[in-house]
């Protein structure tokens, strides 16, 4: 099964944001992971948000701040469709696929949290995220 969600990127505002919708969307953060929770967190990113969950209404969106990289999140260009996959060959062809033309921002690889995690902007201009996580019971603490 694939299932598509928003993903945006902040620029070390996004717990900030996440509560703003909360209050006026009235909608629930259901997961909220700091970079100092995870293993190698960027220097000086560790109050920062390396992944949460917002559920609004029937909708999820996923967020982040951006403390993998030098540069800022561009408001606008913030904002990623994110595939969950169920198997690694099928993440595998589709990232090679949407690939083509566009731009690898990281490429397709294990990570602590999914058995292949990458990013990529396509030939349109639209950013992506492949996520196959890993089977459950496996995930490095």
């Known amino acids: 099964m694939i299932g ?5 990127g902040f620029n070390g505002n996004c717990e900030e944001a996440l509560n703003f919708y909360k209050t006026n969307l009235s909608a629930e953060i259901q997961g909220l992971l700091k970079y100092g929770d995870t293993p190698n ?22 967020a982040a701040d951006d403390c993998m990289s030098d540069q ?12 969950g996959i169920d198997s690694i060959e099928d993440a595998e062809s589709m990232f090679a696929k949407m690939a083509d033309g566009g731009t690898v921002k990281m490429p397709l690889q294990e990570t602590f949290w999914a058995s292949r995690f990458g ?21 490095q603490e």
Request: charged share 25%; hydrophobic share 40%; glycine share 8%.
């Open 72 to 83: 800022q999140a561009v408001v606008g260009d913030n904002i990623s469709l994110a595939l």
């Open 4 to 8: 598509v969600k928003p993903y945006i």
């Open 41 to 62: 967190a960027p220097e000086g990113s560790e109050d920062k948000v390396m992944h949460a969950v917002l559920r609004v209404g029937d909708t999820v969106i996923m």
């Open 119 to 139: 990013m990529l902007k396509d030939k349109y201009g639209i950013n992506w995220m492949f996520n196959c996580e890993k089977p459950h019971g496996s995930r």
